[in-house]
C-alpha cells in the first residue's frame, strides 16, 4: 500500500464522509440562496407604491405639543364616550339614574381639569388655531354635561336633548384636532 | 280517611319531583345545544332558520342593490385574508346595502361614513360619495329611507346617520355594551393593547402601552366619540330600537345576530327577494370568497369560529336558492366585477366620484336602475377627485 492510499485510508473513515456530505449539502443551499437573492425582483410593494401624501415634517415644538396634549385628549375622548354611552344605555334602562349621574358628574371633572391642562399649554403659532378649537371643544363638553346634570334636579329627561347638540358639535371639533394631530388614532376596520 | 290523603300528597310529591327533573333534564338540553361562551340571545339553531326561511317565502320581496361608500386603496392582502395573499394588494369597497319594499320605502344595511379628511388625506382611500347623493343618482329618494340595520358600529359602517333624521336605527345592545366596558378596561397586564380608544402612538402610529393608551387593533377600537354620538342622537330622538339578538323588522327582512362575528354585536340582516334569501352581513361577512372558501377575513376583532358559524347562518338561510352566492359582503375585493356574480350588473354611478353600484336583484315590477348606456369605466381608469372637506361623522 503506497503513502498516499494509506493516507487516504485514515480520512475515509464514516465519520469524515457524513460531515462531508453535510458540508456540501450546506454550501448546495448557501449557493442557491445567494442566487436566488441575486435574480428574485423586488416585492410588489414598490410596484404598487402607497398613495398616502407623506406628512409634512412637524416642527420641534409642534411635536412637544401634540404630545403634551396627546393624554388629555385621550381623558376627554374616554369621558365623551361614557357619557354618550351612559345616556344610551340609561335610556335602554340599563343604567340607573344615579349611576348616570356619577358618570356625567365624573366627565364635567375632566373636562374642567382637561381645560386647565389645556390653557397651560403654550402652542407654537402653526397650532394656535387647533388649540382654540380644542378648547372650545371641551368647553361644549362643559356646556352639554352641565345641561345634562340638571336631570338629577328635576327629573326630566328633556335635558339630555338639549345637552346633545353641544355634545356632537364637540365630537366633531376634537375629532377634526385629533384627525390632523394623530391620524392613526382610529384604524379602518 | 288520612291515609288516604297521605296517598294522594304522595302521588302529587312524586309527580312534582320527576316534573323537576324532567324540566332540569330539557332545560341542560337546551343548554348544550348552544356552544359554550355563546350569549342565549346570540344563538339560532339551525332549525329555527330554516322556520325563518320558511316564514320570509310567504312575505313581500324586496329589491336590492349595493353602493360602495368609499374604497380602500392597497390594503395588504394578507392584512385582510390571512390565508390569501395573491395579489398582494388589493382595493377594498365600503358597501352599503339598500332593499326597498312593496310599499316603495327604502331600508339600508349600514350607511358608510363621511370622515372626508381621513378618507383623502390621511388613509388611501378613494371614490367617496354623500349616501345621499349616491341614492338620488341611482334613481332612489333617500326622503325613503325609513329604517337602517347596523351591522356593527364601527365609524365606516356606521356614519352619515344625521344625513336621515326620520329613520329607525337597529342596532344590537351588545354592540353597545362592549364599547363600554373596555372604555376603562384596566392596563395593568395589557400594555394598553385593550382598550376603546386612544391606543396608538400619537405621532409615529405604533401600537405602544400605556401612558400610550393605544387603540390599533384592540377588540373594541373603531368607534370615535363622533359615531357614537350619532347613535345617542338616533337614541334620544326616539329614532333607534336597541335589540338583543334576533328581531323581524318586517315581514320578510330579518336581523339574526351574529355576536363576535366581527364586533362583539354584530349582526345579518335576511332579506326576502325573487332570488331567495340574501344575507348582509357587513364585516361579519367580510369577503365573499371568504364564505365561498371558508376563509377567515378582517379577523382583527373577530372571533373567528363565530365567523365560520356567521357563514354557515348564511348557508342555512340561502340553502333553498343559491347557497353562498346569495351572501353580501361588506369589502369583497371582486365585488362590482362577474367574479362575485351577485354584484355584476354594476356601474358606475353618474356623479359619483367613481363609487359603483351594483343591482342584485329586483321585485314588485321594479324596473331596473341600471342606466341603459351605463359607464363601466374600469376603477384604474377612473378618475376620483377630492371634494372640499372638513371632517363630519
Same mark, same amino acid.
Given at each position: 500500500?503506497?503513502?498516499?492510499?494509506?493516507?487516504?485510508?485514515?480520512?475515509?473513515?464514516?465519520? #469524515?464522509?457524513?460531515?462531508?456530505?453535510?458540508?456540501?449539502?450546506?454550501?448546495?443551499?448557501? #449557493?442557491?440562496?445567494?442566487?436566488?437573492?441575486?435574480?428574485?425582483?423586488?416585492?410588489?410593494?414598490?410596484?404598487?407604491?402607497?398613495?398616502?401624501?407623506?406628512?409634512?415634517?412637524?416642527?420641534?415644538?409642534?411635536?412637544?405639543?401634540?404630545?403634551?396634549?396627546?393624554?388629555?385628549?385621550?381623558?376627554?375622548?374616554?369621558?365623551?364616550?361614557?357619557? #354618550?354611552?351612559?345616556?344610551?344605555?340609561?335610556?335602554? /334602562?340599563?343604567?340607573?339614574?344615579?349611576?348616570?349621574?356619577?358618570?356625567?358628574?365624573?366627565?364635567?371633572? #375632566?373636562?374642567?381639569?382637561?381645560?386647565?391642562?389645556?390653557?397651560?399649554?403654550?402652542?407654537?403659532?402653526?397650532?394656535?388655531?387647533?388649540?382654540?378649537?380644542?378648547?372650545?371643544?371641551?368647553?361644549? +363638553?362643559?356646556?352639554?354635561?352641565?345641561?345634562?346634570?340638571?336631570? +338629577?334636579?328635576?327629573?326630566?329627561?328633556?335635558?339630555?336633548?338639549?345637552?346633545?347638540?353641544?355634545? /356632537?358639535?364637540?365630537?366633531?371639533?376634537?375629532?377634526?384636532?385629533?384627525?390632523? +394631530?394623530?391620524?392613526?388614532? +382610529?384604524?379602518?376596520? | 280517611?288520612?291515609?288516604?290523603?297521605?296517598?294522594?300528597?304522595?302521588?302529587?310529591?312524586?309527580?312534582?319531583?320527576?316534573?323537576?327533573?324532567?324540566?332540569?333534564?330539557?332545560?341542560?338540553?337546551?343548554?348544550?345545544?348552544?356552544?359554550?361562551?355563546?350569549?342565549?340571545?346570540?344563538?339560532?339553531?339551525?332549525?329555527?332558520?330554516?322556520?325563518?326561511?320558511?316564514?320570509?317565502?310567504?312575505?313581500?320581496?324586496?329589491?336590492?342593490?349595493?353602493?360602495?361608500?368609499?374604497?380602500?386603496?392597497?390594503?395588504?392582502?394578507?392584512?385582510?385574508?390571512?390565508?390569501?395573499?395573491?395579489?398582494?394588494?388589493?382595493?377594498?369597497?365600503?358597501?352599503?346595502?339598500?332593499?326597498?319594499?312593496?310599499?316603495?320605502?327604502? *331600508?339600508?344595511?349600514?350607511?358608510? $361614513?363621511?370622515?372626508?379628511?381621513?378618507?383623502?388625506?390621511?388613509?388611501?382611500?378613494?371614490?367617496?360619495?354623500?349616501?345621499?347623493?349616491?341614492?338620488?343618482?341611482?334613481?332612489?329618494?333617500?326622503?325613503?329611507? *325609513?329604517?337602517?340595520?347596523?351591522?356593527?358600529?364601527?365609524?365606516?359602517?356606521?356614519?352619515?346617520?344625521?344625513?336621515?333624521?326620520?329613520?329607525?336605527?337597529?342596532?344590537?345592545?351588545?354592540?353597545?355594551?362592549?364599547?363600554?366596558?373596555?372604555?376603562?378596561?384596566?392596563?395593568?397586564?395589557?400594555?394598553?393593547?385593550?382598550?376603546?380608544?386612544?391606543?396608538?402612538?400619537?405621532?409615529?402610529?405604533?401600537?405602544?402601552?400605556?401612558?400610550?393608551?393605544?387603540?390599533?387593533?384592540?377588540?373594541?377600537?373603531?368607534?370615535?366619540?363622533?359615531?357614537?354620538?350619532?347613535?345617542?342622537?338616533?337614541?334620544?330622538?326616539?329614532?333607534?330600537?336597541?335589540?338583543?339578538?334576533?328581531?323581524?323588522?318586517?315581514?320578510?327582512?330579518?336581523?339574526?345576530?351574529?355576536?363576535?362575528?366581527?364586533?362583539?354585536?354584530?349582526?345579518?340582516?335576511?332579506?326576502?327577494?325573487?332570488?331567495?334569501?340574501?344575507?348582509?352581513?357587513?364585516?361579519?361577512?367580510?369577503? $365573499?370568497?371568504?364564505?365561498?372558501?371558508?376563509?377567515?377575513?378582517?379577523?382583527?376583532?373577530?372571533? *373567528?369560529?363565530?365567523?365560520?358559524?356567521?357563514?354557515?347562518?348564511?348557508?342555512?338561510?340561502?340553502?333553498?336558492?343559491?347557497?353562498?352566492?346569495?351572501?353580501?359582503?361588506?369589502?369583497?375585493?371582486?365585488?362590482?366585477?362577474?367574479?362575485?356574480?351577485?354584484?355584476?350588473? $354594476?356601474?358606475?354611478?353618474?356623479?359619483?366620484?367613481?363609487?359603483?353600484?351594483?343591482?342584485?336583484?329586483?321585485?314588485?315590477?321594479?324596473?331596473?336602475?341600471?342606466?341603459?348606456?351605463?359607464?363601466?369605466?374600469?376603477?384604474?381608469?377612473?378618475?376620483?377627485?377630492?371634494?372640499?372637506?372638513?371632517?363630519?361623522?
Amino acid at each position: 500500500m503506497s503513502e498516499a492510499r494509506a493516507r487516504l485510508h485514515i480520512w475515509m473513515t464514516p465519520k #469524515t464522509l457524513i460531515l462531508g456530505i453535510i458540508g456540501l449539502g450546506l454550501l448546495g443551499i448557501l #449557493t442557491f440562496a445567494v442566487g436566488r437573492e441575486a435574480t428574485t425582483r423586488p416585492m410588489p410593494a414598490s410596484a404598487r407604491p402607497s398613495a398616502r401624501p407623506p406628512r409634512p415634517p412637524l416642527s420641534p415644538a409642534e411635536e412637544a405639543y401634540m404630545r403634551e396634549l396627546w393624554p388629555i385628549h385621550g381623558d376627554v375622548e374616554r369621558s365623551v364616550m361614557r357619557m #354618550t354611552l351612559g345616556q344610551i344605555l340609561y335610556k335602554t /334602562q340599563d343604567l340607573s339614574r344615579a349611576e348616570l349621574q356619577t358618570r356625567i358628574e365624573q366627565a364635567q371633572i #375632566t373636562y374642567r381639569g382637561a381645560e386647565t391642562r389645556i390653557r397651560a399649554l403654550e402652542p407654537p403659532a402653526s397650532l394656535r388655531r387647533d388649540h382654540e378649537q380644542y378648547l372650545a371643544a371641551v368647553r361644549l +363638553f362643559q356646556e352639554s354635561a352641565s345641561e345634562a346634570i340638571k336631570l +338629577f334636579k328635576d327629573g326630566r329627561d328633556e335635558h339630555l336633548l338639549a345637552a346633545y347638540p353641544k355634545s /356632537q358639535e364637540g365630537s366633531d371639533k376634537i375629532r377634526e384636532v385629533g384627525g390632523k +394631530f394623530w391620524p392613526n388614532e +382610529f384604524p379602518p376596520n | 280517611m288520612n291515609r288516604r290523603w297521605l296517598h294522594v300528597w304522595m302521588m302529587l310529591g312524586l309527580l312534582a319531583v320527576i316534573g323537576g327533573l324532567a324540566r332540569a333534564d330539557v332545560l341542560q338540553a337546551a343548554q348544550n345545544k348552544r356552544p359554550p361562551q355563546v350569549l342565549p340571545s346570540g344563538f339560532e339553531s339551525t332549525d329555527s332558520l330554516l322556520r325563518d326561511v320558511e316564514r320570509a317565502e310567504r312575505s313581500p320581496r324586496y329589491s336590492a342593490w349595493i353602493v360602495e361608500s368609499s374604497r380602500f386603496m392597497n390594503v395588504p392582502h394578507r392584512a385582510f385574508q390571512p390565508d390569501v395573499g395573491d395579489p398582494p394588494f388589493v382595493d377594498l369597497p365600503v358597501n352599503v346595502g339598500i332593499l326597498k319594499g312593496p310599499d316603495g320605502n327604502l *331600508t339600508l344595511y349600514d350607511t358608510g $361614513w363621511k370622515q372626508l379628511a381621513y378618507i383623502f388625506d390621511w388613509n388611501t382611500s378613494c371614490c367617496w360619495k354623500g349616501i345621499r347623493d349616491q341614492l338620488h343618482a341611482i334613481g332612489l329618494d333617500p326622503d325613503k329611507v *325609513t329604517q337602517i340595520v347596523l351591522g356593527h358600529g364601527h365609524w365606516d359602517h356606521a356614519g352619515q346617520l344625521s344625513e336621515f333624521p326620520e329613520a329607525i336605527v337597529y342596532i344590537q345592545k351588545e354592540e353597545l355594551k362592549q364599547i363600554d366596558f373596555f372604555l376603562n378596561y384596566p392596563v395593568d397586564f395589557n400594555s394598553g393593547h385593550i382598550r376603546a380608544v386612544n391606543t396608538v402612538d400619537p405621532l409615529t402610529g405604533a401600537q405602544v402601552g400605556p401612558p400610550q393608551q393605544a387603540c390599533a387593533r384592540t377588540p373594541v377600537c373603531g368607534y370615535p366619540p363622533q359615531t357614537v354620538q350619532e347613535i345617542l342622537g338616533k337614541v334620544l330622538h326616539g329614532k333607534a330600537i336597541i335589540i338583543d339578538g334576533r328581531h323581524e323588522v318586517a315581514p320578510g327582512l330579518v336581523i339574526h345576530p351574529a355576536f363576535r362575528g366581527h364586533t362583539y354585536g354584530s349582526q345579518l340582516l335576511q332579506v326576502n327577494t325573487p332570488r331567495g334569501q340574501l344575507v348582509f352581513g357587513s364585516d361579519t361577512y367580510s369577503s $365573499w370568497t371568504g364564505i365561498r372558501d371558508w376563509l377567515v377575513a378582517n379577523i382583527q376583532q373577530t372571533d *373567528t369560529i363565530q365567523q365560520f358559524l356567521a357563514y354557515e347562518k348564511c348557508y342555512v338561510l340561502a340553502s333553498r336558492l343559491n347557497s353562498f352566492n346569495n351572501c353580501v359582503s361588506a369589502h369583497e375585493p371582486t365585488s362590482y366585477t362577474a367574479a362575485y356574480p351577485l354584484t355584476s350588473n $354594476w356601474w358606475n354611478i353618474p356623479g359619483g366620484n367613481c363609487s359603483r353600484a351594483a343591482e342584485l336583484i329586483l321585485a314588485n315590477g321594479e324596473p331596473t336602475h341600471v342606466p341603459g348606456n351605463p359607464d363601466r369605466t374600469a376603477p384604474e381608469a377612473c378618475v376620483s377627485t377630492v371634494p372640499p372637506h372638513s371632517i363630519s361623522p
